[in-house]
């Protein structure tokens, strides 16, 4: 039973206050058609309002089947329109871009009604009011009358327990009113029906209780009922729009606008269009210097030097550069850079260390060991003492400076190839490089000729060969192969003289009879012009070679003089501090290599050599840590880096449109707001909460927002094309423009987040428009 207890409800407009009802107190009985006469202004409509839950009053109360609603709160009032109250308006309030079969499910949609019996009873509300056959076409398509019945349809396919009917017949003819009238009596059989209505022969021959209004009070009532005691048995059942609904909901609101949608979602694209571009030309060109430089530096060794540059300690010694407050002094300090120096202290541990990489990261380590090779050739009919080497000849330099110098070159031009730790990955020259002639070497004692791209060698190192040269003389493959070099111990090389000191001996037949003969037996050069120099052109030998002149050579009479003497026993010099190890180094008494440079078996194997390198230095102290040089990596950075702040600054620049596209969807949600207000009404009418309006304009932005962003994505990827032509005619570089689907990914999702933030104070707004103001809308 519904029970109205001395109601009261006034509008202020400026100082001027309006009594809509003033003291109304009624009783209705559970199944009755009452109709609700009166002039306009006389508070019916006002009455009928609060009845529906759409208006509040100010004092007294509405009770439901014994519950008081004073303290309801606005969830409840939905919950309670939506599951107690069936509205049928004079202008219909159809929603026009819904189906007739949708319109009437969109209440149920609200109560959480299954699809299956949702569309069952939209069905059987349709054949209740005799519209059957035109379930499936729109408003648009159905006279005056039939949209009516559509409208009572929606607001019995709940089964509500009231059906509030504000002038049910005020937009129709006759005839249709006569027929609206016999199926609203028909359906007061089963609920309450309230009707407000200006005509009195209607509500006379159909109502069978009237009551009359007049300046918010009733004047008389045919057929009163009187207030019983009744049991609060009125339960709630909260309503809720899923995320589904109202996206399906807004998506036929969408479809029904398709220029304008296109237009907007375009508009919108623009920005997404700009950073997509912007990246696919930047990933592209990254992905070029990748592939060049994967290919140029895969093979780009890893250095270990006798001192190497701390970069940690170099960073940190990046001091600000503006001046100081003057204080009268100054402060002595060490070179940056020399502070950042860092000697390695490379043992045979360490050596073992590196022996263990694993084969699948890395299979070819070099070892540059200081070891002076004394070499004599006898190949143009005549001993002389010759050189590994690309130094003049003929500079001033002296035979013995050039005899002591460190065959310690780190990085490119190496003169000594790697040794392979696994035989089964492959050798490093095969690899590396292209056998011009001869074969590929198998002992220590072999030797091969590297030649460069455009197979040439360096002067100088022909020259130290003993070979008569001149500037761009040919020497055919024949002349080279099978050379032979003579490696003389120190013992038979070295005579001690009177002061001392040693000495080199006369060279001699005997001399070059009783040493040890290496041959050269390959001319080889880089495989392509992508292949790195990674030997120096000229002779280059393996590491065996320099073993077995240490082997030859640590228990030599000139390398015991140099374990006990202070001097250079070469020159008589003293020796200033961290010489003697050098200069034992040179005449082969120590086996510890002087540097080692470990080649990754490509480009992304280096992060795993690193990582082993660096496990090394776990909890030792510094002087004890071995520092690495890593050139590939500072060109990669310097190139990425800058390739990357180029970029950051061009989407910077491109995300300003992003912003703006954003603001337009802001202003293009408010429009939607305020064409859509009388759908806004209808919605809350049938019971929608706040949150649920704000769904489904939030879900027209997500659709616009993810809409735009695929748009432009698509856009941007068939811009690539026409942008690969262009950059392949001005560069020759192919393919350069390549959109990441990370990124494409990413872009749609920030589309959809920044139209969302853009719909979304709209949405809001939208949420808060009174129900009543808004049905009475146009």
Not at 10 to 18: A, K, N, P, Q
Not at 47 to 64: A, E, F, K, Q, T
Not at 218 to 247: C, G, H
Request: hydrophobic share 40%; aromatic share 6%; glycine share 6%.
């Amino acid at each position: 039973m519904l029970q109205l207890k001395n109601l009261r409800k006034s509008y202020h407009v400026g100082d001027t206050v309006t009594k809509a009802l003033d003291d109304v107190s009624i009783s209705f009985r559970d199944r009755e058609f009452v109709a609700i006469l009166g002039p306009s202004g006389s508070g019916k409509t006002t009455m009928l309002n609060i009845i529906g839950g759409l208006d509040r009053y100010d004092s007294g109360d509405l009770v439901i089947n014994g519950k008081s609603t004073k303290n309801f709160k606005e969830t409840d009032w939905d919950a309670y329109r939506n599951n107690s109250v069936g509205f049928v308006f004079q202008s219909y309030n159809l929603i026009s871009h819904l189906s007739i079969i949708n319109n009437v499910e969109l209440g149920m949609n609200l109560s959480g009604v299954s699809a299956k019996e949702r569309h069952k009873r939209a069905i059987d509300a349709l054949i209740e009011v005799g519209l059957k056959d035109h379930m499936h076409k729109n408003p648009n398509q159905l006279s005056g009358g039939q949209m009516q019945r559509v409208a009572i349809a929606r607001a019995i396919a709940n089964d509500p327990d009231i059906l509030l009917c504000d002038e049910p017949t005020g937009a129709l003819d006759t005839e249709t009113s006569v027929q609206i009238m016999e199926l609203i009596k028909k359906l007061s059989k089963d609920r309450l029906v309230i009707m407000v209505t200006h005509n009195p022969d209607l509500a006379n021959e159909y109502a069978n209780r009237i009551v009359n209004f007049q300046d918010g009070k009733i004047l008389n009532d045919s057929d009163p009922f009187a207030e019983t005691q009744e049991d609060n048995d009125f339960q709630l059942k909260r309503t809720k729009m899923s995320y589904w609904n109202a996206v399906k909901l807004s998506f036929t609101n969408i479809m029904t606008k398709k220029g304008r949608t296109l237009l907007t979602a375009f508009a919108s694209s623009i920005g997404i269009i700009s950073i997509a571009v912007v990246l696919a030309i930047s990933n592209g060109f990254q992905k070029q210097i990748d592939t060049t430089m994967g290919k140029a530096l895969a093979k780009y060794p890893i250095a270990i030097t006798p001192s190497a540059t701390d970069l940690t300690s170099a960073n940190q010694r990046k001091l600000s550069t503006k001046n100081v407050k003057n204080r009268g002094y100054i402060t002595a300090e060490k070179d940056a850079n020399q502070q950042a120096s860092h000697t390695n202290k490379i043992t045979q541990s360490y050596v073992n260390y590196i022996k263990k990489i694993n084969p699948e990261y890395a299979n070819n380590v070099s070892y540059q060991r200081s070891v002076n090779l004394n070499l004599l050739s006898n190949n143009s009919g005549k001993i002389k003492r010759i050189q590994f080497s690309n130094s003049d000849p003929d500079s001033s330099t002296s035979a013995l400076a050039m005899r002591s110098q460190a065959l310690s070159t780190m990085g490119i031009g190496s003169s000594v190839f790697p040794t392979s730790l696994s035989k089964n990955k492959g050798s490093f020259l095969k690899q590396n490089y292209q056998l011009l002639a001869g074969n590929w070497p198998k002992k220590a004692t072999d030797l091969v000729l590297v030649a460069d791209n455009r197979n040439t060698v360096n002067i100088n190192s022909l020259k130290n060969l003993g070979l008569s040269v001149k500037n761009n003389k040919k020497f055919k493959y024949a002349d080279l192969i099978n050379q032979k070099f003579a490696l003389v111990k120190n013992n038979d090389y070295y005579q001690k003289i009177p002061t001392g000191i040693f000495v080199p001996k006369k060279v001699s037949q005997s001399m070059y009879d009783s040493a040890t003969k290496l041959k050269l037996v390959a001319v080889i050069r880089p495989k392509n012009e992508d292949s790195m120099q990674l030997l120096s052109t000229g002779i280059a030998y393996s590491d065996q070679l320099s073993q077995l002149a240490i082997k030859l050579n640590r228990n030599s009479e000139v390398a015991k003089a140099q374990r006990k003497s202070s001097v250079n026993v070469l020159t008589g010099q003293n020796l200033a501090k961290n010489e003697k190890e050098s200069i034992l180094q040179a005449l082969g008494a120590s086996s510890i290599p002087t540097g080692i440079m470990i080649y990754p078996n490509d480009f992304d194997s280096k992060d795993k050599v690193l990582d082993y390198l660096d496990k090394w230095n776990d909890g030792k102290k510094k002087k004890d840590q071995i520092i690495y040089t890593d050139l590939s990596s500072a060109v990669t950075t310097m190139t990425g880096g800058l390739l990357g702040g180029i970029t950051t600054i061009l989407v910077a620049f491109a995300a300003i449109s992003l912003i703006t596209s954003m603001i337009m969807i802001g202003i293009l949600t408010y429009t939607s707001v305020l064409e859509r207000t009388k759908e806004i009404g209808v919605l809350k009418a049938l019971g929608a909460r706040k949150k649920d309006i704000t769904r489904v304009f939030d879900a027209e932005t997500f659709i616009l927002g993810t809409f735009a962003g695929v748009l432009g994505i698509v856009i941007a990827y068939l811009l690539t094309f026409p942008i690969n032509s262009l950059i392949y005619k001005l560069t020759d570089l192919a393919n350069v423009a390549q959109l990441n689907p990370v990124h494409a990914i990413s872009l749609i999702i920030i589309s959809t987040i920044l139209t969302l933030l853009g719909g979304h104070l709209p949405a809001r707004l939208a949420a808060k428009k009174d129900a009543a103001i808004a049905l009475r809308s146009e």
